[in-house]
Each structure stands twice: as structure tokens, then as C-alpha cells.
């Protein structure tokens, strides 16, 4: 979700002013070489700290998911505590009789091979080929959403900041709060209820899932046609919950770099109003924003969950709750792990374009010197 | 013909409290290859006039008299009335203006060179290499090295450079008239000496006419054939460099010159102006000097004095009490600043 | 930053009692811009309805086979639910428990943000460098899945568990802004004197940069509430928390599983808690603004 008043994105857009990779540099000073190190670094301390979160979850809690299995196992089956344990052992691809730190290392072994574990329920199933069966549709609905909300977005911001009070500029602004500020699964609730089924402007029940029964897989246009048919309304709902963010933000940073003194430069050197607003003001208003951009890649993995439930898009949400519902722990495990790597990645991309579009960072020395 | 004609330029802020008249009624003519010096405190008005002449004041400024008349010779029109496509090919190519903050008058995310080109494009230079070759030179006029220049972005350059460089863009298109608004003030001394002198060849070699705004007098004297004094948004005193700086007949002149430090000088020379300028939007009948001036008499509240001319035709100062302070600075054995200038 | 009181211009109100002055010229701020004024009334509305409402209005339980999905009528003005009761009443009764928890989580996460936030800045070195890393990590972790994850896995039966939960998942971003705004504040005068005084690190965060930072806080507390009212729903409505009792979001998890979606008349049992929900968070976040505005005179226009 991306609640943000406008004078919050203004707070933020300055705080943001720089990449969050260069606020580790700073903050941990000359100790690092060159920032990518530093970033790859960061992504494995994130991701052993998140394996080690959901081991402690789902092994170490009081009423751990394994001594419930071993329960259910016990009743279910009338065995011993030994033999159940034995089945719980197999299930969860650990060895219960080791000591805790065995384990807990075995764990980490797999996961550096890329071995998630099996799921529960389909036992022959790895819980990665699960996860990445249904991760792609998931980033396809949200990374257009969220692409397309920040192209529109940044459009919108601009113009408004250009337009400052007028009636354009008050629309837009206080219509991207209002909608930023109400969660993404309400809209998507308000489309389906309101759209759906009251109107019934929308077939949605064939728009369930993520693309229709019977039509062949492939890089037909007639296949795209069909999944962007049914990730139509999962898009819109990612492009309305996040277009206010990217307005208000826009429009603050452009307010902002229409302020700088070489902007006044650009037209006391005479020129065009569209070279000072694509590369003077725009590109400088940017800059903030791609961070941002960066952050709403992480918050909106967890909004997809109830919306893909809402759409019955086939997603990794939608398997999330499932794998809630039937208590297949692996998966549940597996699909922390891997959203978190996608957040991972996001940021690091984010950070290298950031980097590229800023010169002013990362780029030593230069030619200084009087 | 002078190459820019001023006449009863007024130019006013709106604010909450009211409209703040910053530039009032201001008049004067810049002769082909002259240079005149703009002083006067902060608040005189000096940088709203001289971004008012290119007419980039801010949104909340309104110019709300005058005329701005240009004459290179070819082609003669008013500034103020020029549509926003002919005010735009106006700027920079005849009338460039290099600003105070060099520091951050470049774009950050693009090098130096694609700025330059920029500003080529922007004026019909459609041919890169004829703008590359120009810049070359120019860069080489201000004693730059193009190659390590122009491939740098600018948070790469120090601030002397940056300077250098914003001068050497603002000959780019060969401008008949170049205004400076401070343009040493933010750099150390060092570097201060050696913009001015950059200025002055340049001058020499090109031949444009200059507008040079600033607080400091001595580099002020250095570089002008005339002068004006501005306070509180109006000229009070029009005169040569050298009428300016030993015959200074306005006692706001005076003060500035008595506030200016001797080298030589005893400790006990230096005098500043007692008070401080006038509320700019609500401002008290008759001149508006009269609270700081040692000079004032009772006739002085009647009415703000206009221009008059004083000892030559060339002087001219706003005060009816001009021949006091001629009296009274004759007794002066030499003007504060002359040993300076030796 | 200063607090309100700073910018209070008593000329007009020099014969009210200086406490009520400051309310209503603090109220005289706030009408500047209309959004703040109008999310201030949301929000007070809303805990009227929350938590004075019950109090008057009878709470009607009993199931009604016979008017199961009842028309819009006058006794029932927004129809009734899957078992016949009435959806107003549920409304009134549904806000306490969700603003409650949400109270309590934005107070738990906005505690454990200055706290933490604070000591990492004022102690700097290598105390903030980990707390700094902490906060990364979890700031990079999808909240929500993870919530989801603990919520299934602990099935918080109270809801001081629940917002307990849902605190442990909103403090990174706040921790951050509090150790800037903090790290900008060492630099200042009155702490320099504090320092020199040798006055204690608790006395230092509390009683000198905490007052100054006032504004900020209550901004970001109404903001962290935003977010556990979402958290909430989100969980609620996809039947993680095994709570009974009725809330909006528990509405929503009936109405949707119940079919609601597809009869007409139930619209507004579906739509009544999405209203409710939504134009609180409405409140809330416009409020928030309306206070951005009053509190830092720069970002007024």
C-alpha cells in the first residue's frame, strides 16, 4: 500500500535525494570498496537473516508447526512419537533427532543449493518448481501495474507541479491522495462489487485466473491477448493503488527542482521551455523517485496477496494463502524466502540505475583541482 | 546610439503585506563597449534590476513601467515587449548574463559540453562541430583545458572553473551586452583576482559592453568606465569611476565609500551607515535616505529628489543637498578609496 | 519543528483561558486548509461511532432467518447480513476492536521506532551501524507476507496479540525518519549544552530533542495507525485470525465468503465495512496532512 500525503512525499522525496546505497556508504564510511560490493553484501545479510527468521518460525516457536505435524501424525495414524517424528523428519526434509544447530546449519546447506524443501501436499514436488510456476505471473501483474503507474504517474506530477493551484493541479493531487490512501484491496473489492457485479460492466467471472482454460501456452498473440485479458484487473488495481504516490511525489520533486538555481540559468541562456522540462527539471526531479520506486517494489508483493485472492489470479499469493489454509510449511517458507529475494533484486536494480542516472554518485574524483 | 536604454524601469514583488516596490523608476544608457557598475547594500535593488533587464524575474515580480530599448545597430526594439519566442532568442545571444552562484548554475546530471551544445541548439547552431569548435576557443579565452572540461559533469569542477566556464558560455553566441551579478563574490581571493582579470582581456579582446552588479566597490572601480548608486530600489547617483570615487556627491555614496576600509588607513577611518534602508512597501514621503543621511534638512521630507545634475553633465545625483556635501568633502584632503586604486 | 503552541498569535483570544485559546487557534490553523479540517472530523467521527455509539445504541444480535439479505428499509437502513441482523449496527459495533489494535500497534511500533531510533543516533559508532542494518533488513522483507506467515503460525487470540504482531512489522521506515530528524537535532545548540552538562542519554532523547520532535512523532503515530487498520484488514478478510467478535474487516471475511458479492441487496453489507474502512483511512491520512501543514510552516504555500 502506498498511503502518502503530499507533504509526506515531499518529506520523503528529500530524504530520498539519495540512493539508499549511497546512505550505506555513508553511513559505514571508508570501511567498503565499491559500492556493488557493498549491495551484494547487504543482499545476503537480508536473505540469511530472513532464511534464519522462518527457521526460528516455523522450528523453534512454542507449538511449532513440526510438533503440531508430529500430533496430527500421532492421531491421524495412531503411532508412536518416534515413528511420527521419523514421518515428520521426511516431510520437512530435516533430521529431528540432530541437535538444533545441525539443523539449522542442514537448512542453510539446502538453501545455498537452491533446495527449498518439498511441499506437503504434493509430495514429489520441490517447493521451488511450485514457487516458480507461479512467481511470474505474480511479477507480470504487479511489474505492469507498477510500471505503468509511474509512467503515468511522473506525466500527471509533472504537470501538475508546471500548473501549480490550478484547477488541474487540485484534481490531481487530492484525487491521487484519495486513492493512495485507500488500501488496494478495497479498490479492488469496490471494482468487483461495484463494476462486477451491480453494473456488470465487467465479466469477471471469466476473467478469473490467470488465463483461460484450454488456450495452448506459447508466444501466440492470441495467448498474450488472453493473459492480459485476465491480468487486467490485478494491473489496474497496482496502477490505481500506487498512481498517487508517484503524483504527489512527482509533483513535490518537480516544485523542488523548479527552484534550482540552474533552472533560472537555462532560461537566461534561452532555452526551449521542453529541453528545460525533459532534462533540466525532469530529469533532475526523477533522480528521488527511482528509490522510492524501489520501496513500492517491496510494499506491493505483499498487497498482490489479497488481491490475486480477490481475482483468483493464479499467483504466488493466491498460493501463499493456500499453502496458509492447508498448513504446507515449506511452501509457506519458501515463498518468504523468494519474495524477499525479488524485493532483493528490485532494490539492487534500482540502485544501479539510480547510480547511472546520477552522476554525482560513484563517479570518484574527477577533474578538480585549481 | 547606446546599446541599451533604460527609462523609468519599475519593477514590484507582491507580498503578503502588500507590494514591495524593489525597482523604482530607474534610468540609463549603456554606451557600446562600456562598462558600468551597479552598487548599493543588499535590498538596493540591484538584482532584481538586472534580472528584471532579461526580464526572468520571479512569477511574484511585475514589471510595472518603463522601457528597456535595445540598439546594436542592426535591429532596435523594446525588451519588455518582445513575445515570449523572440524574448527567448533575445537572451543570451544578445544579452548574456553570468550569475552569482556559479556553484549550481549547471545542470548536475549532464556534462559540461552537452550544456554547451544545449545553448548552441537552443540559438539555430544546428551544426555540432561549429559549436565544439567555438566552445574550444572560448574555453581557451578563459584559460580552461576543453578536454578535461567538457567531458566532466559539473560537481566535478572546482569553483573557479565553474566561474570561468559560465563566462565562457555566456560569449557563445557573441552577445552584445554581458551583465555580471556578482560574479566573484562566492569565490576566495585568489580566484577573485583572476576572474577580474579574465574580464578585463576579455573585454579588450571582444569588445562587448557589461553590466556588472556588486557590493564591492574596489572591484567595482576596477573594472567600470561609470558607475551608478542604487538605494532603495531608485539610482541615486550617476557618475565616471573616477567622479564616483573622489567627487561622490550623494551622501549615500559618501557613506559607502567612508565604510570601505584603507589599506593604509588608521583603524579609526572606517565608518558605516548608521540605520538601516527603508521599509520597501510602505515607504515614508521624501527621500527615502532621509533617516541615515548626516546631510538632511526639513525640505528633504517633501519630496524624493530626482536626478540632478551635479559639478558636470556627466554627474548626476539625486539630493538637493548636493553642494553641502561637496563643501563638506572638499575640506577632505583625498576620497577614501583613492590610495587604494594607486 | 516547532510545536504548535510556538506559532500561536493570541491577539484575538486574550479573554479565553489560555488553554482553550490554544485549541482554538490551533482549530483556526487547521481550517486553513481544508483537508486537515475535514479529515479531523472524519477521525473524531469515526471514534464517536467506534466507541461512544455502542454505548447508546442496543446491540442487535439475534439471527433472523426471515430476513436474511433484507432491502434497504427504515429499520434496517443498510439492510441486513448472511443471518438477518441489521449491517448499521454491526458497523457501530465493528469499529472499537479494529481502531483499538490499531491504537495499540501504532503505539507499540512508534515506541519501539523512537527508542530505537534515537539511541542509534545519539550513540552513533557501531550501535547505529547495526540497528541500521536491522532496520534494512526488515524494511526489505514483504510485510504483509510475513504477516501473514506469523499470523497463521501463532493465531493471535487477543487482539493486544494481534497489534503486538502488527507492531513488530511498521517500525523500520519510522525508526529511519526519527534517527535523521534526531542525527540533524545533536547538531543543535540546546543539546551541545545538555552534553556539557553531562545530563544523562535518556534525560538528553527525552527531555530535550523528544519535545521538539513532538509533531513528527503524532504525524507518523496517525500514519503507523493507517497501516495496522490495513494490516488488519488484510489478515481479517483472508480468515487468518481465528477472532471472533464483530469489525469491519470480520464483516468483510463473512460478506465475501458468504456470498454477499452476489446478491444484489446484500450491496451494502459488502459495501458498508468498505466504506467504513476506507473513509477512515481517508481521515486519518487527511488529518495527518492537515497537521503536516500546521506543524512546519514551510511546507505551507
Known sequence: MATITPAQGELQVRTLQRSPLSQVRGHLGGLWGRPITQAIAKAFLTIFVTSTITFVLIRLMPGSPVEIKIDELMQQSQISYAEAAAQASGLFDINLNAPIQDQYLEYLGNLVHGNLGNSFLSRGTTVMSIILSVLPWTLFAVGTGLLLSFVVGIALGLVAAYRRNSLLDHTVSTGGSIISSIPGYLIALLIVLIFGIQLRWIPITQMRGAFSPGITPGFSPAFIGDILFHASLPITVFFLTHIGLWILSMRSATLAALEEDHVTVARARGLTDFRITTAYVGRNAVLPLVSQFAIAAGAVVGGAVIIEQIFVYQGVGLRLVASVNQRDYPLMQGIILMTTVCVIIANLVADLLYSKLDPRIGRAGGATGK | MPVLSVRDLSIEYRTRRGPVQAVRDVTFDLEQGETIAIIGESGSGKTTLAVGLIRLSPRSARITKGEIRYDDGKRAFDVLSLDSERLRRFRWADCAMVFQAALSAFNPVITIWEQFLDTGRAHGMGDKHKVHDRTRELLDLVHLDPKRVLSAYPHELSGGMRQRVLIAMALLLDPRIVILDEPTTALDILTQRAIIDLLRELRGRLGFSTIFISHDLSIAAELADRMLTMYAGRVVERASVDDLFYRPRHPYSVGLMRAVPRVSGALGSVVSIPGSPPDLIRLPPGCSYYPRCPFHVERCLEEDPPLMQVDTPDHEAACIRWEAVAAALGSDAEAPVAEKLA | ?301
Do not use: C
Open chain 3, 1 to 301: 519543528m516547532t510545536a504548535a503552541t510556538g506559532l500561536v498569535d493570541r491577539r484575538d483570544v486574550s479573554r479565553i483561558p489560555a488553554r482553550l485559546a490554544g485549541v482554538v487557534e490551533f482549530l483556526r490553523m487547521m481550517s486553513r486548509k481544508p483537508v486537515g479540517l475535514i479529515g479531523l472530523i472524519g477521525v473524531l467521527f469515526f471514534l464517536f461511532l467506534a466507541y461512544v455509539a455502542p454505548l447508546i445504541v442496543p446491540l442487535q444480535d439475534q439471527v433472523d432467518v426471515t430476513a436474511i439479505y433484507a432491502k434497504p428499509s427504515w429499520t434496517h437502513p443498510l439492510g441486513t447480513d448472511f443471518q438477518g441482523r441489521d449491517v448499521v449496527n454491526q458497523i457501530v459495533f465493528g469499529g472499537g476492536d479494529i481502531i483499538t489494535t490499531a491504537i495499540l500497534a501504532a503505539l507499540f511500533s512508534t515506541l519501539i521506532a523512537i527508542t530505537f531510533g534515537s539511541i542509534a543516533a545519539t550513540v552513533g559508532g557501531r550501535l547505529d551501524q547495526i540497528i541500521l542494518a536491522i532496520t534494512d533488513v526488515a524494511l526489505t522483507i514483504p510485510q504483509l507476507i510475513l504477516l501473514i506467515v506469523i499470523a497463521a503460525i501463532f493465531r493471535p487470540s487477543s487482539f493486544f496479540a494481534l497489534a503486538v504482531i502488527l507492531a513488530l512489522l511498521q517500525w523500520p521506515a519510522l525508526l529511519r525518519q526519527i534517527r535523521a530528524q534526531v542525527l540533524s537535532l545533536k547538531e543543535r545548540d540546546f543539546v551541545e549544552a545538555a552534553r556539557s552538562l553531562d545530563l544523562g542519554l535518556l534525560h538528553i532523547i527525552f527531555r530535550e530533542m523528544l519535545p521538539n520532535m513532538r509533531s513528527y512523532i503524532v504525524i507518523h503515530f496517525i500514519i503507523a495507525m493507517t497501516l495496522a487498520i490495513y494490516a488488519q484488514a488484510a489478515i481479517m478478510f483472508l480468515g487468518l485470525v481465528p477472532l471472533s467478535g464483530k469489525n469491519w474487516a470480520i464483516m468483510l471475511y463473512f460478506a465475501y465468503n458468504q456470498g454477499a458479492l452476489f446478491f444484489k441487496d446484500s450491496f451494502f453489507y459488502l459495501m458498508g465495512p468498505i466504506m467504513a474502512i476506507a473513509l477512515f483511512q481517508l481521515s486519518l491520512v487527511w488529518l495527518a496532512s492537515g497537521l503536516e501543514d500546521v506543524f512546519n510552516p514551510r511546507l505551507r504555500n
